[in-house]
Every structure is written in structure tokens, then in C-alpha cells.
């Protein structure tokens, strides 16, 4: 119900954001379930932030009119600073790849790109599927789980784990990483991350809507 969606120069004044980032402290994901670390949510750091920044998302679909009605439009959702290292000297191995998946349990989600001067190819690929279908499968996601744990794993064993999952997708279209540029997907959108880089870490703000309260989705206002 949300179309892919990618908007240029999001925050007016984008260097604050960075500056309140790198301020920040950082924890891994519970359960190795995504690279990286993230900060607490934004609605327990700063909620007027939490606000100004969930409405700036929805405002890409909704106009200003539609945040003043009695029935006004409300929702939850989950937004922290998310920040990844490198995770191998080459910027193209498979190990410094995402993995093909989709956020099923949320209305939508995205990101914002906050690296000032980002390296090539680390922005986010959507994908479809090669056949119509897929499975998860399990020994695949043990891998991916384990990648993330920072564990050893030896390259051919990595290898196969990667393509039982990612094969099973293509490409369709690549979002650069560019300053202060958001991109949003609903929850059936697969997508990957293209490499996480080589000489910095990738910053960005990961949010994840939840719930959308007091009028219809974009592709159901017609």
C-alpha cells in the first residue's frame, strides 16, 4: 500500500543530525538480526525529533491539512541512528554484502543516508523475486546470523549460505547513497544493502512504521 519512494535533501539542516549521531552510544542487534548497531528509538532520546522526522516521512504521501484534522493521522513507529563497519577488506566480497530480505511485521519502512561524503555502492538495491516464490532457508539464515556475530566463517561455507538466500532474487533497481537522501518500501519490498563500504562506516537512520492510524494508504485513497 506504499509505494518505494526516495526524497532528496530531507533534513534542512543535516549536519545537527550527524553531530547528534556521532554523540550517541550504539548496541548490536538482539539475536544478530541485522548488521551493525543502533541507538536507543528516537521517541526515548528526543520526541520532539521522533515527531518532526515521522511527519516529514509521511508528508512525502500526505499533505499538512491531513496532520490537523480531529480524525488526525497517528502512528507508531521505530526510528534510530543505525550505524555499519566494513566487514572485509575487499568492498566486494560477499561478506561486505546485505542480504535479500523484506520487513513483513511493519506497514513500511526505510532509511536515511547521513555518510557527508559516501563511497560508491553502498546504497540499497530492491529486488524481486526470480521465480514468484522463495523460502528461507534455514541453514542460510544461520549463516547470516552467525556473519553478523563478527564469527569466522570460512569463505566457501559463507558463499553457499549467501546464495541459497540472495539467488533466489534480482535486482531491480539500485538507490544510490547519497547525503541527506531518504528512501521508503512497504513491508512486501525485498531489498540489500549494496556493499557496506571499505574506508568508513555507513550511517543512517533505520525506521520501521508499525501502525498508521486515521486515513488510508497512498494506494488506497483512489
Not at 488526525?72 to 554484502?97: E, T
Not at 519490498?189 to 537512520?205: D, E, P, S, Y
Request: proline content about 6%; overall charge negative.
Amino acid at each position: 500500500m506504499f509505494p518505494t519512494t526516495i526524497q532528496d535533501n530531507f533534513f534542512e539542516r543535516p549536519d545537527e543530525i550527524v553531530r547528534l549521531a556521532d554523540s550517541l552510544p550504539y548496541q548490536p542487534a538482539p539475536e544478530n538480526t541485522y548488521p551493525g548497531k543502533r541507538t536507543a528509538a528516537f521517541s526515548e532520546i528526543d520526541p520532539v525529533l521522533d515527531r518532526y522526522i515521522g511527519q516529514r516521512i509521511l508528508r512525502s504521501w500526505f499533505h499538512d491539512g491531513e496532520f490537523k484534522k480531529e480524525t488526525s493521522l497517528n502512528w507508531i513507529a521505530d526510528i534510530r541512528f543505525q550505524i555499519c563497519h566494513p566487514m572485509h577488506d575487499d568492498q566486494y566480497h560477499l561478506k561486505n554484502r546485505g542480504w535479500a530480505h523484506y520487513d513483513s511485521s511493519i506497514k513500511f519502512g526505510g532509511i536515511i543516508y547521513l555518510n557527508p561524503n559516501p563511497e560508491p555502492d553502498t546504497g540499497t538495491s530492491i529486488l524481486q523475486m526470480k521465480k514468484g516464490y522463495f523460502w528461507n532457508n534455514a541453514e542460510g539464515i544461520k549463516v547470516e546470523r552467525a556473519h553478523y556475530n563478527g564469527e569466522d566463517i570460512p569463505d566457501d561455507v559463507f558463499e553457499k549460505g549467501w546464495r541459497s538466500i540472495n539467488d533466489e532474487w534480482e535486482e531491480t533497481l539500485t538507490v544510490q547513497n547519497r547525503y541527506n537522501r531518504m528512501m521508503c518500501f512497504n513491508n512486501q519490498q525485498a531489498h540489500r544493502v549494496n556493499t557496506f563500504g571499505h574506508k568508513q562506516n555507513r550511517l543512517t537512520i533505520a525506521f520501521f512504521f508499525h501502525q498508521l492510524r486515521g486515513i488510508n494508504p497512498p494506494y488506497m485513497r483512489f
